[in-house]
């Protein structure tokens, strides 16, 4: 930690977090030390278009045939029951 109290996040996280300079972190003390966190809802500062791109890097490219959006629905239901959760 700094003399003015600054803590370094190592930049391995910071990428795995999306955290970006100028966002803010909840922090909480517990028993066994300090927990650092993002709030819920945080806006990442990027814009819609590099949002976008950065989708557009990481998703494959679909080859198949044209898919409803029902049966993009249907998918999405089976990936979370799967999971067990219902939250949706």
């Known amino acids: ?18 955290l970006l300079p100028g966002d803010t972190l909840d922090v909480v003390e517990r028993p066994d030390g300090i927990f650092l966190r993002k709030p819920p809802h945080q806006k990442s500062g990027r ?8 989708i557009r890097q990481i998703a494959p490219k679909w080859k198949g045939p044209p898919v409803s959006i029902e049966d993009m629905d249907r998918a999405i239901d089976a990936m979370f029951a799967a999971r067990g959760r219902d939250d949706i």
């Open 1 to 18: 930690m700094s003399g003015k109290g600054q803590v370094v996040i190592p930049k391995d996280v910071r990428e795995r977090l999306n």
């Open 47 to 54: 814009t819609t278009e590099e949002i976008l791109a950065h």
